[in-house]
């Protein structure tokens, strides 16, 4: 699990595929099945040098979207926080009266919709300046909105080469987590096209670029800036009901970080959105049945733990944290130089994994 996000996504194996509509019942049934097979596991037993370890395998849910994580939380309304119940009309308020349920932290903060949500949020408070309302009501209203969304619109193409909020031919559309990732790297320029406070830009920045660093975080020193970020957002904007994800990382998230056994980076969906890719690019265009037979061999293959072990990873390019950032972070503690070798029996077989094979890990 200490690999990095590129090599689980490569490790990311099919284990089902059914043709059906998600409904609540449908996703909670199919989750429900997948934890009973995964208590059923047995330890794998590993020898390290003549010591014998166990380890115990634990399903953690982290990889759920918004929509899963509501129907496993049997929260009806996408627009209501599923861990305290905050509707949006008591997202600005002081959330005195809101029960906070633990036990859903376990789910973990989907980081990389945390981007995208975030981006949308500042994009349709600067869409609604002009009337500083939530929603626009009246044909004057709506016009003003649409007049300075299509500014904006235009503005981010010309300065940044981005193309925001438009949508793309066949899924969703085209604000991603890269479109995200651009429009907080450049808080400046960002809030100079949008009219945004810059300040609220950067601390989104920290933030996010914190959750998502794969290293454990320092909670109180976090926690202070989430508490700071609000309070910002709320004496500049208070109008605009903060959207379920942005609540979440404001009010929840250090919580969340304090009872994950991962830096919650590690736990973010990101590997399993990664796949999407992969299942446009795969298959041939032919019949439905052509097309899923090619999607499940090509997911098996390329995630066949062996077949993977001998790919060349392309070096991604990381970007240097900056120093906002790492103080919110730990120093990794360095575990030691001897290079390790652990025997692995697994299905009655053995394998040999050494550190060498980390070298797959790049960020
Ligand atoms: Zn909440």
């Known amino acids: 699990m200490a690999k990095s996000a590129a090599f689980v996504h490569s490790l990311c194996r099919p284990i089902k595929l059914i043709f059906s509509k998600e409904t609540t019942d449908f996703t909670t049934s199919e989750t429900n099945k997948v934890l009973e097979k995964a208590s059923q596991l047995l330890p794998t037993l590993c020898d390290n040098r003549g010591s014998q370890i166990s380890v115990k395998h634990n399903l953690l849910l982290t990889m759920a979207d918004g929509k899963v994580c509501n129907a496993l939380t049997g929260t009806l309304s996408s627009q209501k926080c599923y861990i305290c119940g905050a509707t949006p009309k008591l997202m600005n308020g002081e959330l005195k009266d809101v029960v906070v349920k633990k036990k859903h932290y376990s789910l973990g903060l989907s980081t990389l919709h945390a981007w995208i949500r975030s981006f949308e949020c500042m994009l349709h408070i600067c869409y609604c300046l002009d009337i500083k309302k939530w929603q626009a009501k009246s044909d004057i209203e709506k016009a003003s909105v649409k007049q300075r969304s299509e500014e904006v619109r235009q503005k981010f193409k010309n300065q940044m080469g981005l193309i925001i909020d438009t949508p793309k031919p066949g899924y969703g559309n085209s604000n991603d987590g890269n479109t995200a990732r651009r429009f907080f790297m ?178």
């Open 186 to 363: 450049n808080p400046d320029l960002s809030g100079g096209i949008t009219g945004l406070d810059i300040n609220l830009i950067k601390n989104f920045s920290i933030l996010l670029r914190t959750l998502s660093s794969g290293y454990d975080i320092n909670c109180n020193k976090f926690e202070n800036l989430c508490s700071k970020t609000r309070t910002l957002y709320l004496n500049l904007y208070s109008w605009y009901y903060m959207p379920v994800t942005v609540h979440k990382i404001l009010v929840h998230s250090t919580e969340v970080i304090r009872t994950c056994i991962l830096p919650i980076g590690q736990l973010s969906e990101e590997s399993q959105e990664a796949r999407n890719k992969d299942c446009r690019r795969f298959p041939r265009k032919q019949s439905r049945i052509a097309t899923n037979i090619d999607l499940l061999h090509m997911l098996l293959i390329i995630s066949d733990p062996v077949i993977n072990s001998l790919r060349k990873v392309p070096k991604k390019r990381t970007d240097k944290l900056p120093v906002e950032v790492l103080n919110l972070i730990v120093q990794p503690s360095i575990l030691s130089k001897v290079p390790r070798q652990v025997t692995c029996d697994h299905d009655g077989k053995d394998y040999v994994v050494s550190d060498s094979d980390e070298s797959n890990s790049d960020d």
